[in-house]
């Protein structure tokens, strides 16, 4: 494995690349391009994705002062009545019962993601719209305007939605309004994104499949070097340590458009090849590696006892890494929604560190060696799943992570309906 060879590769991918745009396309292109020079086989395979044109979003309040504020809408919520929507306001602090006791026929400012089950309650409840509040208090003035556009999640979402930057959202509040007036004009749009998919044919267990993946898209402003450029070329360096090192097994190395959306391209990619994902016997999944500070991590979406031999193996090779049962925030929980163990691996920030879904997500903080740091034991665990006589990954889940699973469908409906027994499909939770 090569650093240099790594960090060109990072520096080339380091743009602006957002889902269904011709730069995320371009990205693919260049990162096919990289796999077929190693001489491994490479596609890219289209998929569509669901989008929001946003015409116009506005919030004003009309009393007791007037005053307006910079809102971006939020998409795949519905529109309001051409001349908007006037009612009280109220901030949510956390959507509990105590705080929804008066919100009908208001305009209610929310923190957080804005969660199916949180946009169910105040439905019932009577709210006119809801505003998200985003952004930093310490950003830079110059940047502290470019709200990083959003989509609602789940689906039937029957209340407009607009973001206000949390500098906007604490003036709001202080202003102590009565009378809010929230305009949104939007339209549902359709656009295609790419996974890039290359494969190392496995010689005498070919018919079992380790996938690594990593998704290469990034979010509006940023040119997404650490999220997620780092989890792109380690994956891409893996595949040339397997091109060099013949498995056993069958290695497919997939990089996953549109994560940055809603875990889009892991799902679609589950989709397509959801007749072969028997033979998936593991996912090892990257998303933010090689920060000069930071502290190595592992979510397991898999057994107690995959969880302990990682675990094993990171002490045997004095590898410090921090572990957890769960579902991560990543393309990895696409995995295990479609039955294939699977885990993430990361190198996450200290508190005041390197930053992501902005500006500053740059080459600035990262540095080869740290780089390495994953990449020399994950290589090592790999080798070993690639090359075992007999799989050792029990194909079940914790349960905690398999409760996990089950809220999260539920969540956002898509759990097995007793009247009609078809497994739904998906979620998200964005990172």
């Not at 010689?203 to 509006?220: C, I, R």
Request: net charge neutral.
């Amino acid at each position: 494995m090569d650093k240099k060879r790594a960090w060109k590769l990072l520096e080339d991918i380091s743009f602006v690349r957002v889902a269904g745009t011709k730069e995320e396309l371009k990205a693919a292109n260049i990162l096919k391009k990289e796999a077929e020079k190693a001489g491994v086989e490479a596609i890219i395979e289209d998929f569509e994705i669901e989008g929001a044109k946003i015409s116009e979003a506005t919030l004003e309040v009309l009393e007791p002062e007037y005053c307006s504020y910079p809102v971006i809408g939020i998409g795949k919520t519905p529109s309001t009545p051409k001349d908007g929507l006037t009612g009280g306001f109220k901030y949510i602090e956390n959507v509990k019962e105590a705080n929804l006791i008066d919100i009908k026929d208001k305009i209610v400012l929310l923190q957080g993601r804005v969660m199916p089950d949180m946009m169910k309650k105040i439905v019932e409840k009577g709210a006119l719209g809801y505003i998200m509040i985003a952004g930093d208090f310490y950003e830079e003035d110059s940047i502290k305007h470019e709200l990083r556009p959003t989509n609602a999640f789940g689906k039937d979402n029957k209340l407009p939605g607009v973001k206000i930057h949390i500098d906007d959202a604490e003036k709001l509040v202080r202003s102590k309004p009565t009378k809010v007036k929230m305009v949104l004009k939007a339209r549902n749009t359709k656009g295609t994104s790419h996974n890039v998919v290359a494969t190392i044919p496995g010689t005498d267990l070919k018919n079992e499949v380790l996938a690594f993946s990593a998704h290469y898209d990034s979010v509006p402003y940023s040119k997404g070097s650490w999220d997620n450029g780092t989890g792109s070329v380690t994956i891409m360096e893996l595949m040339h340590y397997f091109k060099e090192h013949q498995p056993r097994r069958t290695m497919k190395f997939i990089w996953c458009g549109s994560e940055e959306i809603g875990l889009v391209g892991s799902k679609k990619y589950c989709e397509a090849h959801k007749d072969e994902l028997k033979d998936y016997i593991f996912n090892i999944n990257f998303d933010m590696t090689g920060v000069t500070l930071g502290y190595e991590f592992v979510c397991c979406s898999c057994s107690e006892d995959t969880l302990h031999a990682i675990e094993y193996l990171a002490n045997i090779e004095d590898y410090p890494l921090s572990t957890e049962l769960g579902m991560y925030s990543s393309d990895s929980s696409s995995f295990a929604n479609a039955g294939v163990p699977s885990c993430t691996f990361a190198r996450l920030q200290p508190r005041g560190g390197a930053q992501i879904h902005n500006h500053h997500d740059n080459l600035d903080h990262l540095d080869p060696d740290s780089f390495m740091i994953t990449l020399n034991f994950v290589s090592k665990f790999a080798d070993q799943l690639a090359n075992a006589s007999v799989n050792p990954i029990p194909r079940k889940f914790a349960e905690k992570v398999q409760k996990r699973m089950d809220e999260m469908k539920k969540m956002f409906g898509e759990a097995k309906k007793e009247e009609k027994p078809k497994r739904g499909r998906k979620k998200k939770e964005e990172k």
